[in-house]
């Protein structure tokens, strides 16, 4: 460690308590990305009264955080807490729990993986249009972020459980997961609240967790008394627990169960949301996307094999990724005393990554606050900080479903611009609200008119 002297030694941007609290209390999404984009990536650190977490989103900064020096800043401490306390220790925990999950749980979201799942996805998607059209043919608005997560969630279930789920159960599961997912933002932001004491958000979040548990036991136990059949996730768990350990843990294949499911449906699930919303206000990229999509697919069913010839709508993907990140921040704690862009950080420090931050810094992205699919032409992209866009994370702990994110949102996009035109009938700007991911605070109700 440098001496004190050391010219290298830098002092952080502070942001004091009387002009951070206020901003974070306002929009705590959107205003934590203006701390950093003010700082010019700079390492910030936040006067919260007895908390004083750094803000990283240097693209730098992020390679050493979750690549390089990743074994010294771990997902633990008070922001990993009220994620763990649904998601246990599993694929998002860490030490042995965390190695042993994702050596069994890696071969089940490689892209090759994934990829042979296309064509079931792709079925589920399409028989999910049907509910859709009745819809589009009484002209009632739908809710887009509830339809968006309601055939996510049976895509998810179909593919990745089997036939162990029926669709009653999985309706059932889906709201639990997004009360928990948006139940914990006030311990987020206030993270050092004292769990002895009920804070906003509580009393839901342990009845949603109590439901998960209700529904996924049993499924376990199920399973578990019948001879693992299939490469679906539930039997592949069980099986690798017995060949890993002998015994099958109930308590870990659940926490693996539930960790699978956040992963597999949550980023989908919540950028579809914010999709409709952007496509409203940018009629061009709308109908360049329509058009695009009628070309390729006529009007035929949507098949996997139509995605390499949809460049525009992998661009749109990726532009949506960056602009609306499903992770507002990655937490981690310092193991050790170390540095980050030349400043002393403690062990035990809270360190947060903020992909919402990276995104928008313009050393990195021109005009960061525009939506522009074209930024993603090859040629352009190529040249970018390999750091500077990390919607899914990276280095060790990325998230394993972004495979699948790629397989299973282009499908939902295509199948549904390919049948209908969509008409925002509320548009209004939308407020990111902080949680296990990012969602709008309002409701987007579409109207859906048939493509002739």
């Known amino acids: 460690m440098p001496h004190a002297t050391d010219p290298s030694v830098t002092s952080p941007h502070v942001l004091p308590l009387h002009k951070a609290v206020p901003r974070l209390v306002k929009d705590p999404v959107t205003e934590l990305a203006r701390m950093g984009v003010e700082a010019r990536g700079k390492v910030v650190r936040l006067d919260l009264g007895p908390f004083r977490p750094y803000l990283i989103s240097h693209p730098d900064h992020v390679q050493q955080v979750l690549k390089t020096d990743w074994t010294n800043f771990v997902r633990e401490g008070m922001f990993w807490r009220p994620v763990q306390r649904v998601t246990g220790r599993s694929i998002l925990g860490e030490g042995d729990g965390w190695a042993s999950a994702r050596k069994i749980l890696q071969p089940l979201f490689t892209a090759r993986y994934t990829a042979s799942l296309a064509e079931d996805m792709a079925d589920i998607i399409h028989g999910c249009m049907a509910e859709l059209d009745g819809y589009a043919r009484a002209g009632r608005p739908i809710d887009g972020g509830h339809q968006m997560t309601s055939i996510v969630n049976q895509a998810v279930i179909k593919v990745l459980f089997g036939g162990r789920i029926s669709r009653e159960v999985a309706e059932r599961l889906q709201p639990e997961f997004a009360t928990c997912a948006t139940s914990i933002a006030f311990r987020l932001l206030v993270p050092f609240a004292p769990y002895s004491i009920k804070v906003p958000g509580d009393r839901a979040f342990l009845r949603s967790a109590k439901k998960i548990d209700e529904i996924v036991y049993p499924l376990i136990e199920q399973a578990r008394r019948e001879r693992p059949h299939s490469n679906e996730v539930v039997s592949a768990l069980i099986a690798a627990r017995l060949e890993q350990e002998g015994e099958v843990d109930l308590k870990q294949v659940r926490d693996d169960l539930v960790s699978i499911y956040g992963a597999a449906s949550e980023t989908t699930a919540m950028s579809l949301t914010w999709l409709w919303s952007v496509l409203h206000d940018h009629p061009e990229v709308n ?31 990726q532009e949506l990724l960056r602009v609306h990140p499903s992770a507002w921040i990655i937490p981690r704690q310092t193991v050790a005393d170390t540095e980050i862009g030349g400043v002393r950080i403690k062990a035990g420090s809270q360190v947060l990554v903020s992909p919402y931050t990276t995104h928008r810094l313009p050393e990195f992205w021109e005009r960061p606050l525009e ?43 295509a199948n549904v611009l390919s049948r209908y ?25 579409l109207r859906l008119e048939p493509r002739r």
């Open 287 to 317: 109908a360049r996307l329509q058009d695009e999509i009628a070309g390729v697919v006529g009007g035929g069913p949507v098949r996997p094999a139509h995605m390499e010839r949809l460049p525009y709508l992998r661009m749109v993907l």
């Open 371 to 413: 939506f522009d699919p074209e930024r993603w032409a090859d040629e352009r992209s190529a040249r970018r900080h390999r750091y500077a866009f990390i919607p899914f994370g990276a280095g060790p702990h990325v998230c394993l479903g972004q495979a699948l994110f790629y397989v299973e949102a282009p499908l939902v996009i």
């Open 421 to 445: 035109r969509q008409v925002l009938t509320n548009p209004q700007p939308l407020t990111p609200v902080p949680g296990a991911s990012v969602r709008p605070k309002e409701k987007l109700l």
